[in-house]
């Protein structure tokens, strides 16, 4: 009875819903005149073959100014007339969303005007922001216009014209949001419920049926273009592809829902058959979308599905006649369906059957069967539950009749035995899962629970729980309200709770637990007792924290090196400008004429450099702090080192007036070290004993070897010694040396003891950074020094084996720089530069012109770049990362898939100078990587090599030739 009421009420307020959401919604609303379709099978025809007057007999009239061709592949042409009682903007609206792709041709003076719209379309690009699709039309007078409209999708082929002002549109537009918010809201009620059902019941019925009403639901999405509104920015086939899946789900959970609810007899073969066959075909709607025969598919599912229906009726229908309640609701879902459903399924098979009034209507009657079958499959879950519990008190009735009070001593006895052991299980499992049951009794204030709840609140097992007055110390003191506050909460309500409450320090307590209560009552309603759980959740509680914190480290840690990237990044941009225009001149036989000049250019070059160095240290020592500095440690040998080292430095040496020495340079000493970063070690230690000598000064290198016995002294991870011993390396100078209080500074990052004063140059970074490096390969670093007599630096490092057995990891690190004006014979070499940077282009350009045979092309652009790159064939790509349009690393991804260009030699040119960016772009193809600024010496030397067939040069982030 109360299904019957249910749905006489609901059916009134469908009623009600459709007498007033059918109202016309705007007076200004206007039909097309003489609307005519041609079909255009394979989409070949174009506004100058259907607008000729040869094509006018081609053209066939539509009824009701609706188009419904069903599901096809063929394109269609619309023409149609527009006349409007007052000039200005209209509004033309083609229903429904699920086009792809529309094309007005309005009439304008020497032609017409295309608008374009569609689901390929970016939604973001369309005249106005709505779900469907719309054409803002400016009509300056009232005559008739003759307006051609192309379609193409692969849904249904449908459309339904209509002009609307904008002010009358905006009103149709309210009214249709209305309706479609009552509509998703009751699927999403639906849906909600449903799946809740699924989830307590596990019964396969709610699974169905939430599959269904999800199906609906992204249908109508679809339909309405709501998929395409909430996905804007989306490859528009997802939101065909969503139509599609919903109208397959919809099929196949529609016929598996009705096989299970109707109960069809397993004799009825033939019907189960005929179940299956459906089921199948909805099964085939997503594959033949995607190999192209949707339209076959679509038209046989739909068709199918259509003839079903009455089948499903008669079906509904026969068990009515049982007076099974729950079919009855069914049988009058179905009618619903046919009544609504059925008109419009047959506008998407093509039958021309679609009128305004009607073109909504399947939308309240999908809701109206929905509701129904609901009902059905309610009462029908009800109906079997309660047949179930019948059959189980009658067979529990027999069981108790049949057994003797013998048999019935016997189970006493088993069932007390089995509660024993469930009983020490229970306990063994709390103690196990730190869980422990509670039971509190209002009558008297008693408090009782289980072992594990009392060694939880550290309480003696044999003492009893506290006094009311002595509980609050065990919490701590925004604990103990919330626990007043949860109990009486509880009492008020009856309803249950759940807690965390953190407990105060004590021996033998937990630090939080999770308690978990509810109320008991009496038969007269009365409150008896609360009883629950207790858990010890302390574990849990340090655990999230502690990730918490692992979180908070890792974004910390993310941000700082996006951070360093970004400053380095911003400012290697200018420098570049700065260092390449600097070295420009030093080269200009001009300037090298002028004394005067040239010195201020060496000062010019000379500040350049000094800048690079210290954003080189700072991102070196920003990298080891955050553990994220990679280093290739193997054997290499100190002695070559070291003289090379050396042999850098004499130059600087010979202008400070200071003389090197090496000691002790016996072969056959290896060590295990970076030899990159080791060498920058050597030569910031070199470097410093140099620049803070005095004139006339000595600096002394010594090598030798300590065995394993020996300690490192100093802090540093290399606290277990090697089992080769250490190789020991001492740099001292004849410089002032260093007080105490100097000494207790001398390695804090920008501090530089003084000599900021002093015509010294130095960031104060150099001895910083050598701690770090040297502290990072495992090794230690300690200084001595007397004030007034130098100072000496000693390295310890890791030694390796003996030098016949060592492999050879030395390479030469520097290299014959080219003439300032190389001649370079033969055809002329193509450079292509793709930088987006004015200055940078500059320096490259006035670079080039000192290499005769080398002819530059610039590109300011990713995708100008990629495009002059297969017209040019070039000899060498120099490539810039951050580029507009399309990056650097997509523009060599792009070459190296193109087989003319795969072997094209591509250099990196970045200002990106951290070690993960030029892996990056290693593993993205480039040949080499050049971090900005640019040594313009070792940039002609790279073109001059390429020039002589050569391959790239590795230039580190320094600007020095890697060999």
């Given at each position: 009875?109360?299904?019957?009421?249910?749905?006489?009420?609901?059916?009134?307020?469908?009623?009600?819903?459709?007498?007033?959401?059918?109202?016309?919604?705007?007076?200004?609303?206007?039909?097309?005149?003489?609307?005519?379709?041609?079909?255009?099978?394979?989409?070949?025809?174009?506004?100058?073959?259907?607008?000729?007057?040869?094509?006018?007999?081609?053209?066939?009239?539509?009824?009701?100014?609706?188009?419904?061709?069903?599901?096809?592949?063929?394109?269609?042409?619309?023409?149609?007339?527009?006349?409007?009682?007052?000039?200005?903007?209209?509004?033309?609206?083609?229903?429904?969303?699920?086009?792809?792709?529309?094309?007005?041709?309005?009439?304008?003076?020497?032609?017409?005007?295309?608008?374009?719209?569609?689901?390929?379309?970016?939604?973001?690009?369309?005249?106005?922001?709505?779900?469907?699709?719309?054409?803002?039309?400016?009509?300056?007078?009232?005559?008739?216009?003759?307006?051609?409209?192309?379609?193409?999708?692969?849904?249904?082929?449908?459309?339904?014209?209509?002009?609307?002002?904008?002010?009358?549109?905006?009103?149709?537009?309210?009214?249709?949001?209305?309706?479609?918010?009552?509509?998703?809201?009751?699927?999403?009620?639906?849906?909600?419920?449903?799946?809740?059902?699924?989830?307590?019941?596990?019964?396969?019925?709610?699974?169905?049926?939430?599959?269904?009403?999800?199906?609906?639901?992204?249908?109508?999405?679809?339909?309405?273009?709501?998929?395409?509104?909430?996905?804007?920015?989306?490859?528009?086939?997802?939101?065909?592809?969503?139509?599609?899946?919903?109208?397959?789900?919809?099929?196949?959970?529609?016929?598996?829902?009705?096989?299970?609810?109707?109960?069809?007899?397993?004799?009825?073969?033939?019907?189960?058959?005929?179940?299956?066959?459906?089921?199948?075909?909805?099964?085939?709607?997503?594959?033949?979308?995607?190999?192209?025969?949707?339209p076959q598919a679509m038209t046989v599912a739909v068709g199918a599905f259509t003839l079903f229906v009455p089948l499903l009726l008669l079906l509904a229908l026969r068990q009515w006649r049982a007076r099974r309640p729950d079919t009855r609701a069914i049988a009058l879902g179905n009618v619903i369906a046919l009544a609504g459903s059925g008109i419009q399924t047959l506008g998407h098979l093509g039958v021309q059957f679609s009128t305004p009034v009607t073109y909504n209507l399947h939308l309240y009657t999908s809701a109206g069967m929905l509701i129904a079958m609901q009902i059905g499959l309610s009462t029908r879950i009800l109906a079997t539950n309660r047949q179930r519990t019948r059959l189980r008190l009658r067979a529990q009735t027999a069981e108790l009749r049949a057994a003797s009070e013998q048999t019935a001593r016997v189970k006493l006895a088993e069932v007390s035995g089995a509660l024993n052991a469930l009983v020490d299980e229970l306990h063994h499992a709390q103690r196990l899962g730190k869980i422990g049951n509670w039971e509190w009794l209002l009558a008297n204030d008693t408090f009782q629970g289980s072992e594990e709840t009392w060694r939880m609140f550290g309480w003696e097992a044999g003492r009893g729980a506290p006094q009311p007055l002595e509980r609050a110390e065990h919490f701590t003191p925004d604990s103990w309200?919330?626990?007043?506050?949860?109990?009486?909460?509880?009492?008020?309500?009856?309803?249950?709770?759940?807690?965390?409450?953190?407990?105060?320090?004590?021996?033998?307590?937990?630090?939080?637990?999770?308690?978990?209560?509810?109320?008991?009552?009496?038969?007269?309603?009365?409150?008896?007792?609360?009883?629950g759980t207790v858990r010890d959740i302390s574990d849990s509680r340090r655990l999230i924290q502690a990730q918490s914190e692992a979180a908070a480290m890792a974004l910390a840690s993310r941000s700082r090196d996006e951070f360093l990237a970004r400053v380095s990044h911003e400012m290697r941009t200018p420098l570049n400008a700065m260092s390449g225009m600097a070295q420009l001149l030093a080269l200009d036989p001009k300037v090298r004429a002028a004394p005067e000049l040239a010195d201020q250019v060496g000062m010019l070059r000379g500040a350049a450099d000094h800048l690079r160095s210290m954003i080189d240290d700072v991102l070196d020592l920003a990298q080891i702090r955050a553990g994220s500095l990679r280093l290739d440690l193997r054997a290499i040998s100190i002695q070559a080192l070291a003289t090379e080292c050396l042999r850098w430095m004499g130059a600087k040496a010979s202008l400070h007036q200071v003389s090197l020495r090496l000691v002790d340079a016996r072969q056959g000493w290896w060590l295990v070290a970076d030899q990159t970063r080791m060498r920058q070690v050597l030569i910031n230690l070199l470097s410093n004993a140099i620049k803070y000598n005095r004139r006339g000064g000595k600096v002394v290198m010594t090598l030798h070897h300590e065995p394993a016995a020996a300690a490192p002294t100093g802090p540093?991870?290399?606290?277990?010694?090697?089992?080769?011993?250490?190789?020991?390396?001492?740099?001292?100078?004849?410089?002032?040396?260093?007080?105490?209080?100097?000494?207790?500074?001398?390695?804090?990052?920008?501090?530089?003891?003084?000599?900021?004063?002093?015509?010294?140059?130095?960031?104060?970074?150099?001895?910083?950074?050598?701690?770090?490096?040297?502290?990072?390969?495992?090794?230690?670093?300690?200084?001595?020094?007397?004030?007034?007599?130098?100072?000496?630096?000693?390295?310890?490092?890791?030694?390796?084996?003996?030098?016949?057995?060592?492999?050879?990891?030395?390479?030469?690190?520097?290299?014959?720089?080219?003439?300032?004006?190389?001649?370079?014979?033969?055809?002329?070499?193509?450079?292509?530069?793709?930088?987006?940077?004015?200055?940078?282009?500059?320096?490259?350009?006035?670079?080039?012109?000192?290499?005769?045979?080398?002819?530059?092309?610039?590109?300011?652009?990713?995708?100008?770049?990629?495009?002059?790159?297969?017209?040019?064939?070039?000899?060498?790509?120099?490539?810039?990362?951050?580029?507009?349009?399309?990056?650097?690393?997509?523009v060599v991804q792009q070459l190296r898939a193109d087989p003319a260009l795969a072997h094209t030699p591509c250099v990196a040119v970045s200002a990106n100078s951290i070690a993960a960016d030029v892996e990056r772009a290693i593993d993205a193809g480039f040949d080499d990587y050049i971090a900005k600024p640019i040594e313009v010496q070792a940039l002609l030397q790279l073109v001059q090599r390429m020039r002589e067939g050569g391959h790239p040069w590795r230039i580190s982030a320094h600007g020095a030739l890697d060999g």
């Open positions: 009875m109360w299904c019957r009421r249910l749905l006489a009420r609901w059916c009134a307020l469908v009623a009600i819903l459709l007498c007033t959401l059918q109202l016309p919604a705007a007076a200004q609303a206007i039909v097309p005149q003489d609307l005519a379709k041609l079909v255009d099978p394979g989409g070949t025809e174009t506004l100058a073959s259907v607008s000729a007057d040869a094509a006018a007999h081609r053209f066939q009239r539509v009824r009701n100014n609706d188009l419904s061709a069903g599901y096809t592949h063929d394109v269609y042409w619309l023409r149609f007339t527009l006349q409007v009682p007052a000039p200005g903007a209209w509004w033309l609206d083609v229903q429904p969303a699920v086009l792809d792709d529309l094309r007005l041709f309005e009439p304008v003076a020497g032609g017409h005007r295309l608008h374009h719209t569609g689901d390929m379309q970016a939604f973001a690009m369309r005249a106005l922001d709505y779900r469907g699709f719309v054409f803002k039309l400016d009509l300056p007078d009232t005559a008739p216009r003759t307006f051609y409209l192309r379609i193409q999708t692969e849904s249904s082929m449908q459309a339904r014209l209509t002009l609307w002002h904008p002010n009358d549109f905006y009103r149709n537009d309210r009214q249709d949001a209305t309706t479609l918010g009552l509509y998703f809201g009751a699927c999403a009620v639906l849906l909600l419920g449903n799946l809740t059902l699924w989830a307590t019941l596990r019964h396969a019925l709610f699974g169905w049926f939430s599959l269904v009403v999800a199906s609906y639901a992204l249908i109508y999405c679809g339909r309405f273009g709501l998929t395409a509104q909430l996905l804007p920015d989306a490859d528009p086939r997802v939101a065909n592809f969503l139509l599609v899946l919903g109208i397959a789900l919809g099929l196949g959970g529609t016929t598996e829902l009705y096989r299970h609810l109707l109960r069809v007899p397993a004799r009825k073969r033939w019907l189960h058959m005929m179940f299956r066959v459906q089921f199948a075909l909805a099964g085939l709607i997503v594959p033949a979308w995607f190999v192209g025969w949707f309200p919330r626990l007043n506050e949860a109990l009486s909460h509880t009492l008020r309500t009856g309803q249950a709770f759940v807690v965390e409450l953190e407990l105060a320090p004590g021996a033998g307590r937990a630090s939080w637990i999770e308690g978990r209560g509810t109320l008991v009552v009496d038969a007269a309603g009365r409150p008896v007792k609360l009883r540093g991870p290399a606290a277990r010694p090697p089992a080769a011993g250490w190789i020991c390396i001492e740099v001292a100078d004849t410089g002032k040396g260093l007080s105490p209080q100097q000494l207790e500074a001398l390695f804090q990052p920008f501090n530089r003891l003084g000599a900021e004063l002093s015509d010294v140059e130095g960031t104060g970074l150099g001895l910083s950074l050598v701690k770090e490096l040297t502290e990072a390969m495992g090794g230690t670093l300690s200084v001595h020094s007397v004030q007034g007599q130098g100072a000496q630096f000693s390295l310890r490092l890791p030694a390796d084996v003996a030098a016949e057995d060592a492999p050879v990891a030395m390479a030469p690190a520097t290299a014959k720089a080219p003439d300032a004006t190389l001649d370079v014979p033969g055809a002329p070499f193509r450079l292509l530069y793709v930088e987006d940077n004015r200055l940078n282009v500059m320096v490259v350009r006035l670079a080039m012109k000192r290499l005769p045979g080398v002819v530059l092309h610039v590109a300011t652009d990713g995708s100008s770049g990629l495009a002059m790159a297969r017209q040019l064939r070039p000899d060498l790509i120099l490539l810039d990362i951050n580029l507009p349009q399309l990056s650097g690393i997509e």
